[in-house]
């Protein structure tokens, strides 16, 4: 079992920036895919970004891509997801999930433990 704590999130003005952190706690870390959903009022939780377990390979949602960074920190039992240039359609709560699949997985259903989710809000 692994427990997943999200912190960061705020509001910020459009074109701003914040950076999400996840901090992991019970089973070892290194062993889980990461990712991060968004869900925002009345829509499904929709996909993020994921990264492999030893960090090498990365993997973003076309609406985030060359705005949003996801990296992670094994030693640190930490993942994080750095946000620049954020629009008000970012707007959503943010969850970390972990999988215990091999390959960068982009699906809710591939996740296994998510953590309780931390507000972002952007302003226009």
């Known amino acids: 079992q692994v427990q997943l704590v999200e912190s960061g999130g705020g509001l910020v003005q459009a074109g701003g920036s914040l950076r999400l952190s996840c901090a992991a706690s019970?089973?070892?870390?290194?062993?889980?895919?990461m990712g991060w959903f968004r869900q925002a009022p009345g829509k499904e939780r929709e996909f993020v970004a994921a990264?492999?377990?030893?960090?090498?390979?990365?993997y973003y949602a076309d609406s985030v891509k060359g705005r949003f960074t996801i990296s992670r920190d094994n030693a640190k039992n930490t993942v994080y997801l750095q946000m620049n240039s954020l629009k008000p359609e970012d707007t959503a709560v943010y969850y970390c999930?972990?999988?215990?699949?091999?390959?960068?997985?982009?699906?809710?259903?591939?996740?296994?433990?998510w953590g309780q989710g931390t507000q972002v809000t952007v302003s226009s």
């Open positions: 999930a972990a999988s215990g699949a091999i390959a960068v997985v982009t699906t809710t259903d591939r996740y296994g433990h």
């Open positions: 019970g089973r070892s870390f290194s062993t889980y895919t």
């Open positions: 990264i492999s377990r030893s960090g090498g390979n990365t």
